[in-house]
């Protein structure tokens, strides 16, 4: 497991409208990094796994999405999570729905969003490391 942090600086990304921002200091989760760490690791599917040459964050902070249609914390316009982020994530092609011919290897990012009060995990997101942007 990583060595949890809570969120130093603002981050946003392109996709889905999420920014994240640092939590207040006096901010206290129910969920342990621990917790939230195993609980994105009891996924179930193989994208998950932890790969050796993977590099990991367990990150505290609120969380904020304006887009609707994302699974995720919606219960105000901002949410503390633990956000599992994996970046150089080895992803197959054979594995893609559009199938490449050879298939080859391909390096992304993704984030598992884990609710800090209930632990509920809101899905794998994968993203290209150009994604982010941070202020």
Do not use: K
């Amino acid at each position: 497991m990583p060595s949890p942090a809570r969120l130093a600086r603002s981050v946003s990304y392109d996709f889905n409208n999420i920014v994240l921002s640092p939590p207040s200091s006096t901010v206290q989760p129910r969920i342990s990094a621990a917790g939230a760490w195993q609980a994105v690791l009891r996924l179930p599917g193989i994208d998950h796994r932890l790969q050796l040459q993977a590099m990991y964050q367990l990150i505290l902070a609120d969380w904020n999405s304006t887009n609707p249609s994302v699974p995720s914390p919606r219960s105000g316009p901002r949410m503390l999570v633990w956000l599992v982020i994996a970046r150089h994530l080895w992803i197959s092609t054979l594995t893609n729905s559009n199938y490449v011919h050879p298939p080859r290897c391909i390096y992304e990012s993704a984030m598992w969003p884990v609710n800090a009060t209930s632990r509920l995990v809101y899905g794998q997101m994968a993203f290209p490391p150009r994604a982010e942007t941070f202020h």
